[in-house]
């Protein structure tokens, strides 16, 4: 389609959109993003997509993204869609599934589990009502499931090391993006802990691969990069702990 890609998202907050505007960047894709607009402005324009119009369902949360009069949800199935129109889904029949395989399963672990550590009984409660809650699920996902994450991602990229620095090998892929940074922000000590025992060496190597991309080092140095604040990825001092404290 010679539709302009449109991401629906709100404003002020990466979010779950910046996976897709990620590999946006990467791909050099002209796009427009709501979360340049005013928090009511852009709002307004999720709710209204939310809704269902154009003869697309009405969807449960952003992020959207349309293209034409396609208009779909759920950061994988969007990162799914984009992924062989921008040269980011590899080049085998079945490399799609792969992807969208390891795109899952870092969407699960270093992204929908790290906004549990700061809700973890309801999203509709502030922090500080839950606080208590908080702390006690940070500091047993920094002990048991953080090592897990990272070391799962650490025997992928052992796996395809012979082939190239990437999680598919020799092939960049939208995978590659859906990465650590969030979790550095929100636990930094843990994730400081865990880059200096060494068991992790190649995903760190990953994501300051990752960065190094020119149309990612340029996104990450520009203003439409939208800093970390509220949202998926949040720092607690209180919760910023290490696994021996855990």
């Not at 779909?72 to 199935?77: A, D, F, L, P, V």
């Not at 599934?97 to 550590?117: K, M, Q, W």
Request: hydrophobic share 35%.
């Amino acid at each position: 389609m010679a539709s302009p890609y449109e991401l629906i998202y709100y404003g002020g907050v990466p979010g779950r959109g910046e996976h897709i505007r990620l590999a946006l960047e990467e791909a050099g894709a002209a796009y427009t993003d709501t979360a340049t607009l005013t928090f009511n402005e852009s709002r307004e324009a999720v709710t209204t997509v939310l809704e269902g119009i154009q003869g697309n369902p009405p969807y449960f949360a952003p992020p959207t993204f349309r293209h034409g009069d396609l208009i779909i949800s759920q950061t994988s199935n969007i990162l799914m869609y984009l992924g062989s129109k921008l040269g980011l889904a590899g080049s085998g029949e079945n490399d799609k599934y792969r992807i969208n395989a390891l795109a899952l399963t870092a969407l699960d672990g270093l992204s929908n589990e790290v906004h549990d550590c700061h809700h973890p009984i309801v999203v509709e409660l502030y922090y500080e009502d839950q606080k208590e809650e908080s702390h006690r699920r940070s500091k047993e996902w920094v002990k048991h499931r953080l090592p897990k994450h990272l070391g799962y991602w650490e025997k992928v990229l052992k796996s395809t090391e012979a082939e190239g620095p990437w999680l598919l090998g020799s092939t960049f892929t939208y995978a590659d993006l859906v990465c650590i940074d969030g979790v550095l922000f929100a636990f930094p000590k843990a994730m400081k802990q865990a880059k200096e025992s060494g068991k992790y060496n190649r995903v760190f190597q990953l994501w300051e691969a990752v960065r190094a991309r020119p149309n990612i080092a340029s996104y990450l140095s520009s203003e439409r990069r939208q800093k970390y604040d509220w949202g998926i990825y949040r720092y607690y001092p209180e919760n910023d702990v290490v696994a021996e404290d855990a």
